[in-house]
């Protein structure tokens, strides 16, 4: 039976991550890189897809599971009416081995216990060659990868599955330790999963300890910023969008990407999400990868980019995997990384004056890259472009886009006049203006009475809900009161705001449903702050904060009527959006009142 969306909960190793259900099952993790094909790929297809579960054999126990405080080592408590025992998983790396631990521990009685491994390559396609290397240890080799479990329970195989059965008393503990390894590398060596899970506690809760609490919601913040570190790729500062594929934003339906990349558009977000809660090192890791990813030709600047700042997404169907309770395609990479949205180039410019702005040691040719990404947007600018919400459907004007675009001229003029560095000012001046002036011109509908999705049309789009957000106007102008109201009207839904609607088929999907998108929600409550709305702001975050599962995660969309998350799981953009606006709340100086005072 699938399980929802919500039923799971993540742990990784900063290189990639895994999903793990409340049923004990990993159904999703890909090695060695949160991009790589998964050997655990049930989440998208079935079991014999791959798949690791540990549970009691006793039907329909009860089930309660946290985090550890501070970390990202989860525990699973299984109560039966023979007993409880609790399921310890975490991650962990070592040189270019990984290993995935799980520790069974008995709290009370004793507990009858089942053990299923499918080990699978290459998203479940492949079924490798498995041998015993004693009765303890099983490898299984299929070409460049190999995987290797180690337990003190005897193994045994039987229909391409590794089972074991156990019980396990009060005070007993077990382990398993699976090892992921190239197949022409040496044998990895057996380490102990007690000390592995002690030492992964141990330095997660020293990282977390950085953590500047502000206000009644710290522990949310630091849920979200722990998550957003999970998503990091340790080597490079890169932070995925999320670590899955394909999961849907409307089950059934056609809308389903691959997150496994690292978007600019999330950058701005990023950084004030990791200053605000005292991350500098993460903050100034994510600044030097973004400074990586876009050096060169500003012409061939994406808008996203591979954990490593790889630039080749190239996007393709698996027809072998039925999908998420059967939304197809499954898609993996993203043809997303080779449009035009112009956005981006305030994201990057805004990014790096905020950085500069708060202390963030800039960069040697970090000014020179602005200026030659200003200078190729001078030119580009009045093109349509494909927009926020990476649409299939054809170019047009977005609003948003023409928004963002101001925001990097913006930033650009304030770094010449606040920090002295050299450029044309004057020139910079004058097209802000003209930007701006062609927003307020040609965005603003009198008839919808708001600011619109694009030039000409009468749709609305939650995007704008970020034009007091970045300063381009304040949140108490009448257009902005009005446009605020009409996406009251129009686009929130069981009190969540939608995107747009997708019955315009501006997407070019052909309509179909999608749940209510999480980070408009907080753009929302964001505005209602600035509006002086408080108890409105305060409300809508409680909602949101409702929204989590039991260990505090948050997927890309929510479906209010049927009450369940939706999308790629858990999202970097929902938990950045959670943590500034937790920090707008609780600070006349965060996040949104900074950017609004540009």
Same mark, same amino acid.
């Given at each position: ?140 080799? +299929?070409?460049? *990868?190999?995987?290797? $479990? =180690?337990?003190?329970?005897?193994? @045994?195989?039987?229909? &391409?599955?590794?089972? #074991? ?107 004030? +999400?990791?200053? *605000?809660?005292?991350? $500098? =090192?993460?903050?100034?890791?994510? @600044?030097?990868?973004? &400074?990586?990813?876009? #050096? ?303």
């Amino acid at each position: 039976m699938t399980l929802l969306i919500e039923d799971y909960a993540l742990i990784g190793n900063n290189a990639t991550a895994a999903l793990v259900g409340r049923n004990g099952s990993i159904d999703w993790l890909g090695f060695p890189r949160f991009d790589s094909p998964a050997c655990f790929a049930s989440l998208l297809g079935s079991k014999w897809n791959g798949r690791w579960i540990i549970t009691p054999q006793s039907e329909h126990p009860k089930v309660t599971r946290h985090y550890r405080q501070g970390t990202l080592v989860l525990e699973t408590e299984f109560s039966t009416p023979e007993g409880s025992v609790v399921l310890v998983d975490c991650m962990d790396q070592r040189s270019q081995h990984q290993d995935v631990v799980r520790l069974v521990r008995g709290l009370r009685g004793r507990v009858a216990m089942q053990m299923e491994l499918i080990m699978r390559f290459d998203y479940g396609q492949v079924v490798p060659w498995v041998r015993s290397l004693d009765k303890n240890r099983i490898q299984a080799i +299929a070409g460049a *990868e190999r995987l290797m $479990i =180690d337990s003190p329970v005897e193994l @045994r195989g039987e229909d &391409l599955t590794t089972r #074991a059965e156990f019980e396990i008393a009060e005070g007993q503990e077990i382990p398993f330790v699976l090892t992921w390894s190239p197949s022409y590398a040496p044998l990895p060596n057996p380490k102990p999963a007690k000390e592995i899970v002690a030492n992964v506690t141990h330095a997660w809760q020293k990282w977390s300890s950085q953590h500047t609490p502000k206000g009644e919601y710290s522990e949310a913040v630091l849920r979200s910023i722990i998550t957003l570190k999970a998503l990091t790729d340790h080597r490079t500062g890169g932070i995925v969008a999320a670590p899955t594929t394909s999961l849907p934003e409307g089950v059934g339906g056609v809308r389903n990407w691959d997150y496994r990349f690292c978007w600019l558009r999330d950058s701005t977000f990023t950084l004030y +999400a990791l200053l *605000e809660a005292g991350f $500098i =090192d993460e903050a100034k890791a994510w @600044r030097d990868w973004l &400074l990586r990813a876009v #050096a060169g030709d500003p012409a061939q600047m994406q808008i996203m980019y591979g954990v490593a700042g790889e630039r080749r997404l190239t996007e393709f169907e698996l027809v072998e995997l039925y999908g998420y309770e059967g939304s197809r395609p499954v898609r993996i990479g993203n043809a997303a990384a080779a449009q035009l949205q112009l956005d981006v180039y305030g994201e990057v410019l805004d990014s790096l004056y905020l950085a500069r702005n708060k202390g963030l040691r800039k960069s040697d040719e970090s000014w020179a890259l602005q200026r030659e990404l200003v200078e190729h947007l001078e030119k580009i600018w009045p093109e349509p472009d494909d927009g926020i919400w990476e649409i299939r459907g054809g170019r047009r004007q977005f609003t948003f886009s023409k928004v963002m675009a101001w925001v990097a001229v913006d930033r650009a003029v304030r770094t010449i006049e606040e920090f002295g560095e050299q450029g044309p000012l004057e020139r910079w001046k004058r097209l802000r203006s003209e930007i701006h002036e062609d927003v307020c011109r040609l965005g603003f509908s009198r008839h919808a009475q708001a600011f619109v999705q694009y030039f000409g049309s009468t749709e609305l789009d939650a995007s704008v809900l970020m034009m007091p957000l970045v300063g381009f106007l304040p949140a108490r102008d009448p257009r902005m009161l009005s446009t605020v109201a009409a996406i009251e009207k129009s686009l929130l839904h069981d009190g969540f705001v939608a995107r747009y609607n997708t019955g315009s088929n501006v997407d070019g999907l052909g309509g179909g449903d999608e749940g209510v998108f999480l980070a408009c929600s907080f753009w929302l409550a964001d505005n209602y702050i600035l509006q002086g709305r408080h108890e409105d702001a305060r409300n809508l975050f409680e909602q949101l904060l409702a929204v989590r599962n039991d260990v505090g995660l948050l997927s890309e969309e929510y479906d209010p009527k049927e009450r369940r998350q939706l999308g790629n799981f858990p999202q970097a953009f929902s938990h950045l959006a959670l943590v500034n606006t937790a920090h707008n709340l609780c600070s006349a100086k965060g996040p949104a009142h900074h950017r609004a005072c540009c």
